[in-house]
């Protein structure tokens, strides 16, 4: 028997996965995985030592993370405030300093 009621997607409550580009979800995809391949497993040891280390910046930079909506004429990305809403949101997941550090 059918429901008269929506489902609700504990996983995706605004159903922002549907909303996405194919692009905008590359851009996604991308830095989940370099937060979750390369950000997150510094994190602990930046904590313990009480240090940022300046070349997880470089490569975030090298990737297009930092400023992607900086135009390409200007050296950046190019990409739209949806993609740099997905950066942000990735890194947020691993650590909110660097996320706060990324947006400076």
Not at 31 to 44: E, H, T, V
Not at 64 to 93: D, F, K, Q, S
Request: proline share 5%; with cysteine.
């Amino acid at each position: 028997m059918a429901s008269k009621h929506a489902t609700f997607q504990w996983d995706d409550p605004l159903l922002l996965e549907q909303q996405l580009s194919e692009d905008e979800r590359a851009v996604r995809d991308a830095a989940r995985d370099y937060c979750q391949g390369r950000l997150a497993p510094r994190i602990l040891e930046a904590f313990r030592h009480e240090k940022t280390d300046p070349a997880i910046f470089r490569e975030m930079g090298e990737l297009g993370l930092l400023g992607p909506t900086i135009p390409e004429a200007y050296g950046g990305a190019g990409l739209n405030y949806v993609c740099y809403g997905l950066i942000a949101r990735e890194v947020e997941r691993v650590d909110s300093g660097y996320r706060s550090m990324m947006s400076v």
